[in-house]
């Protein structure tokens, strides 16, 4: 069965435009034009990606985005913000709520079809049976898509774990912004270095429990970012 995207947009001749390059791309789609008909569907459809537009007539889409992330049946839903915001504290702000991926309006269909394919790719993944990446009490489980913390299990982003993946793999290699976008999430286009900072700064949040302990992710100033040896 093809998966179901959920395209959630108050533009309502933007959502069908969306929707028809969905389904010419091979998914069943389907829209919402408020808040509360997407947490509806949501329930009902359980969508496989959520295009989420900012500017909603009863919330806004970032309270929507930041509903998503705090309950466990929906942590895990990818996100890719679609607004008409351009502002860098706007993009940075919807990233650091666990968005995947943001597009802002005016945008070619095709380009959004594209960035549906890509986060899928990176939520889907095909890793070989019982992978395992360990680091200290961290635990990565790529078979199950899951990461464990002190036998706590944490809840990422489809791009947060392939990241933390990405650092877990390479333990004490200077990655700069660039190579983690492309070897960590296999695409990039132009201005995407400045947020993976916002993901960084969420992975921080999520597995650097004790502030008095040595930082797991390490900034390299005027490189990018390391994962700390153990």
Same mark, same amino acid.
């Given at each position: 069965?093809?998966?179901?995207?959920?395209?959630?947009?108050?533009?309502?001749? +933007?959502?069908?435009?969306?929707?028809? #390059?969905?389904?010419?791309?091979?998914?069943?789609?389907?829209?919402?034009?408020?808040?509360?008909?997407?947490?509806?569907?949501?329930?009902?459809?359980?969508?496989?990606?959520?295009?989420?537009?900012?500017?909603?007539?009863?919330?806004?889409?970032? *309270?929507?985005?930041?509903?998503?992330?705090a309950?466990?049946?929906?942590?895990?839903?990818? +996100?890719?913000?679609?607004?008409?915001?351009?502002?860098?504290?706007?993009? +940075?702000?919807?990233?650091?709520?666990?968005?995947?991926? #943001?597009?802002?309006?005016?945008?070619?269909?095709?380009?959004?079809?594209?960035?549906?394919?890509?986060?899928?790719?990176?939520?889907?993944?095909?890793p070989?049976?019982?992978?395992?990446?360990?680091?200290?009490?961290?635990?990565?489980?790529?078979?199950?898509?899951?990461?464990?913390?002190?036998?706590?299990?944490?809840?990422?982003?489809?791009?947060?774990?392939?990241?933390?993946?990405?650092?877990?793999?390479?333990?004490?290699h200077?990655?700069?912004?660039?190579?983690?976008?492309?070897?960590?999430?296999?695409?990039?286009?132009?201005?995407?270095?400045?947020?993976?900072?916002?993901?960084?700064?969420?992975l921080?949040?999520?597995?650097?429990?004790?502030?008095?302990?040595?930082?797991?992710? *390490?900034?390299? #100033?005027?490189?990018? #970012?390391?994962?700390?040896?153990?």
């Amino acid at each position: 069965m093809a998966p179901t995207i959920l395209v959630v947009d108050d533009d309502r001749e +933007i959502a069908r435009l969306v929707r028809a #390059y969905l389904e010419q791309a091979g998914f069943r789609a389907v829209c919402a034009y408020d808040g509360a008909t997407a947490l509806r569907l949501i329930g009902s459809e359980r969508p496989a990606l959520l295009v989420l537009d900012l500017m909603l007539p009863d919330r806004d889409g970032l *309270e929507l985005a930041r509903s998503l992330r705090a309950d466990p049946a929906t942590a895990g839903l990818p +996100i890719i913000m679609l607004t008409a915001r351009v502002d860098d504290t706007d993009r +940075i702000v919807g990233l650091e709520l666990g968005a995947d991926d #943001y597009v802002t309006k005016p945008f070619n269909p095709r380009e959004v079809v594209a960035r549906v394919r890509a986060v899928l790719r990176r939520s889907a993944g095909a890793p070989a049976p019982s992978q395992h990446l360990r680091h200290g009490d961290l635990l990565l489980d790529l078979d199950a898509h899951r990461v464990m913390v002190a036998g706590t299990e944490v809840e990422l982003t489809p791009t947060e774990f392939d990241l933390l993946a990405l650092l877990l793999r390479n333990p004490g290699h200077a990655f700069t912004r660039s190579e983690l976008i492309e070897q960590g999430l296999g695409y990039a286009y132009a201005g995407m270095e400045r947020t993976v900072d916002s993901h960084i700064k969420n992975l921080r949040k999520k597995l650097e429990r004790d502030p008095a302990a040595p930082p797991l992710i *390490e900034t390299v #100033y005027g490189v990018g #970012y390391r994962l700390r040896q153990p």
